[in-house]
């Protein structure tokens, strides 16, 4: 019998290689809901491949001309922001939640609160909703499967196993393209979106670069991993091939090992709680030869001392740390801003006046966002 799926954020880089998986096994699954932003030529591409029932574009501008490339096939066509919450709350067996940003986080709790399985690799969403996201996957009774590579480890490695009995969970990260360049003050975007051992979207690189990805990822961690923040640790790995540990309090560390292809860790959360087949490369040890590990330098990438920062506070900070940091990295792609200005204006936005009361509300938490990112724009003008 074939299973349903949705995904949001269809044609990007975690969108793409979920459709690559499907479509090796294209008679088990049944595609509901494609989305994108507004690259129309793919999307309609896709959705006539995978005969999904819907495409949306979540830009509204973009609709006519994909009703136009989805003419006579039968497949509805929707945009605006609406339109990508209802179509995410099909009832689906998974939801592949790849948006990039807090665009995302609409249609993420749009699933949720079907109760549904959600594969989420839209980790900016959880980051800013944190408590009022977890608190609505417990009213409706939904799953959530983490698909970022680390905390798809973490979820490996803790299965069979009791949290109470974790006494550390590392996080691995490759320190980026930058870990060993003197002089970040020249740091073009080309050299920034350059990940060493990931092909990713260019805001997800970024953060890698600027470690504000392992910022994220510790915030996110915290939320899907309730061991407590004290014992979440960084540590710097720059071959990516353990994607993460957990320590046990009897000292055994288990680790998940595998090739730096997202198509393992989506593979993983579209089987579980079996296993599929992908035609990813094995791991050869042998040829990888040594790993390293070192610790995080938070003086030159103070990334990740904010986000610890915010997560302590709590509230509103980690949406408020969020939305800098969406605002931050599109200036940096535009070349309005220089690269080291990104961790700077995140710490201005999360210091300089007073932070939003904590929100309660999707409404809420969407305030903080819109709110965080004004206050980066402005900061961003008058300098
Ligand atoms: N790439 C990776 O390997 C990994 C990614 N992640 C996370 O997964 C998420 C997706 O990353 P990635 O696939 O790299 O990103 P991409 O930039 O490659 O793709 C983003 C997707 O989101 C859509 N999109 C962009 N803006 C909006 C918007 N405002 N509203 C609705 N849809 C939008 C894009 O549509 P369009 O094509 O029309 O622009 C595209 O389908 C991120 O949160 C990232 O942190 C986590 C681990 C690994
Ligand atoms: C593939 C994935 O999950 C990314 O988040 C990746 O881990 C980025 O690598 P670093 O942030 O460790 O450079
Ligand atoms: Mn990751």
């Known amino acids: 019998m074939s ?37 129309v030529a793919e999307l309609a591409a896709l959705a006539k491949e995978f005969r999904a029932e819907i495409a949306v574009v979540a830009d509204e501008s973009c609709l006519n001309d994909l009703r136009a490339a989805l003419d006579g096939s039968g497949i509805e066509a929707a945009g605006g922001k609406r339109a990508l919450c209802e179509a995410a709350a099909r009832p689906v067996d998974i939801t592949v939640a790849a948006i990039v940003g807090c665009a995302g986080l609409g249609p993420v709790m749009a699933a949720i609160e079907q109760g549904g399985t959600i594969a989420l690799a839209n980790k900016e969403a959880l980051v800013s909703a944190g408590e009022v996201m977890t608190a609505a996957v417990a009213k409706h009774g ?10 798809n480890a973490i979820f490996q490695c803790l299965e069979g196993g009791r949290i109470e009995d974790v006494r550390w969970i590392t996080l691995t990260a490759s320190g980026g393209p930058l870990r060993t360049v003197e002089d970040l003050s020249a740091v073009t975007p080309e050299q920034a979106v350059a990940h060493p051992n990931w092909d990713m979207g260019a805001k997800i690189s970024v953060d890698s670069a600027t470690m504000f990805n392992k910022g994220l990822e510790l915030i996110e961690a915290h939320h899907l991993f309730p061991v407590g923040l004290d014992r979440i640790r ?38 579980w709680p079996q296993r599929m087949d992908t035609p990813c490369e094995p791991l050869d040890l042998p040829a990888i030869g040594e790993l390293g590990f070192f610790q995080p330098d938070e003086q030159r990438f103070p990334a990740t001392r904010l986000a610890r920062e915010a997560a302590e506070a709590g509230g509103a900070a980690p949406a408020v740390l969020n939305a800098a940091n969406e605002v931050a990295v599109a200036a940096f792609l535009d070349r309005k801003i220089p690269f080291s200005r990104i961790s700077l204006l995140v710490e201005r936005v999360l ?14 938490v969407l305030m903080v966002d819109d709110a965080s990112r004004k206050r980066a724009t402005e900061m961003l003008e008058l300098a």
């Open 234 to 271: 960084i540590v710097v790995h720059p071959q990516s091939v353990i994607h993460s540990m957990v320590e046990y309090r009897d000292g055994s560390t288990l680790a998940q090992l595998g090739p730096s292809d997202m198509r393992v860790p989506i593979a993983s959360c579209l089987a």
């Open 3 to 39: 299973r349903s799926i949705s995904i949001l954020g269809a044609t990007g880089s975690v969108g793409t290689s979920t459709l690559d998986l499907i479509r090796r096994d294209a008679k088990d699954w049944r595609v509901v809901a494609l989305t994108a932003n507004c690259n």
């Open 351 to 364: 210091t300089e006046g007073n932070l939003p009361d904590a929100p309660r509300s999707l409404d809420e």
């Open 142 to 151: 939904a799953m959530l499967l983490p698909v970022d590579s680390e905390h």
